[in-house]
């Protein structure tokens, strides 16, 4: 069975930190493409970060570039989502999902094989 279990997230103040993990199983974790989405309320979903596979630099959204990053750990299956300087603007259920094909619709968070179930990230003024 393929799951991906999302956690990590929570209640965090403006300018602080927080790390969210993404375990995988039941896919081919190494060959994929996966990464990190979030959907804010009110708003569609869209792509934080995501690389095709471990050969391949991540690309980050402009509005987390030099804030957030993707390492992955693939003994674990497990990839992370390291935010720093967090901002009010980055409240959002965060979501991880993961693909064969590193598509253009990947990217931007509107198709993937599996998606995880989200966590909720809240950040406070």
């Known amino acids: 069975e393929v799951q991906l279990q999302a956690s990590g997230g929570g209640l965090v103040q403006a300018g602080g930190s927080l790390r969210l993990s993404c375990v995988a199983s039941g896919f081919a974790f190494d060959d994929y493409a996966i990464g990190w989405f979030r959907q804010a309320p009110g708003k569609e979903r869209e792509g934080v970060s995501c690389?095709?596979?471990?050969?391949?630099?991540?690309e980050y959204s402009e509005s987390v570039k030099g804030r957030f990053t993707i390492p992955r750990d693939n003994a674990k299956n497990t990839l992370y989502l390291q935010m720093n300087s967090l901002k009010t603007e980055d409240t959002a259920i965060y979501y991880c999902?993961?693909?064969?094909?590193?598509?253009?619709?990947?990217?931007?968070?509107?198709?993937?094989?599996?998606w995880g179930q989200g966590t909720q990230v809240t950040v406070s003024s």
């Open positions: 999902a993961g693909d064969p094909r590193y598509t253009w619709y990947f990217k931007r968070g509107f198709e993937a094989n599996y």
């Open positions: 690389s095709e596979n471990t050969a391949y630099t991540a």
